[in-house]
């Protein structure tokens, strides 16, 4: 939809250089930003995944990485990435779950609970391994930010402002 729909009406209502165009998300937007880049890495020529759930579906997005370099090695420009996340992601958050100002969901969920899904989650660990295993390859630029002090939420206007600065920029 994103390539099809949005994309043409963009272009019929605004110029647009079709050669740099990035596309951006966070947390489940990021997992898609991933999933449009290990899928077809020519679509955009920029992908900022600010927290990519990367666990989510037990890492299905994963699946995907075998193929990329037989997709990334025909194209005449390597697409650039950009993963960022906040470095306390896999902590515990500075406000105490049981915080008046939280809604009663989240007041309602134990630190034992909490624990477990920034475990589970592994939003640091994911993104360094994903850095890894993509820096390997040849025919695409990766650049991991990790913010200090950041967690799932705060990260995101510095993401994005980073992302942005990137992508732009190459």
Do not use: C
Not at 10 to 29: F, K, N, T
Not at 59 to 75: E, I, S, T, W
């Amino acid at each position: 939809m994103l390539r099809t729909e949005v994309r043409s009406r963009i272009v019929a209502e605004y110029p647009v250089d079709l050669s740099r165009q990035e596309i951006l998300g966070h947390s489940l937007g990021g997992l898609a930003v991933l999933r449009q880049l290990l899928r077809d890495p020519a679509a955009y020529s920029g992908y900022i995944a600010s927290a990519p759930s990367i666990w989510y579906d037990d890492k299905a997005v994963l699946a995907d990485m075998d193929g990329l370099p037989d997709l990334l090695r025909p194209l005449s420009k390597a697409p650039t990435l950009i993963l960022m996340v906040g470095g306390d992601e896999e902590d515990l958050p500075r406000i105490a779950p049981d915080n008046d100002t939280l809604p009663a969901a989240v007041r309602s969920i134990s630190t034992a609970e909490l624990r477990e899904g920034l475990r589970i989650s592994a939003m640091v660990t994911n993104v360094q391994q994903l850095d890894e295993r993509l820096s390997e390859m040849d025919n695409i630029n990766v650049t991991t930010v990790v913010f200090p002090d950041e967690d799932l939420a705060s990260v995101v206007p510095a993401a994005i402002s980073r992302g942005l600065r990137l992508t732009l920029t190459k």
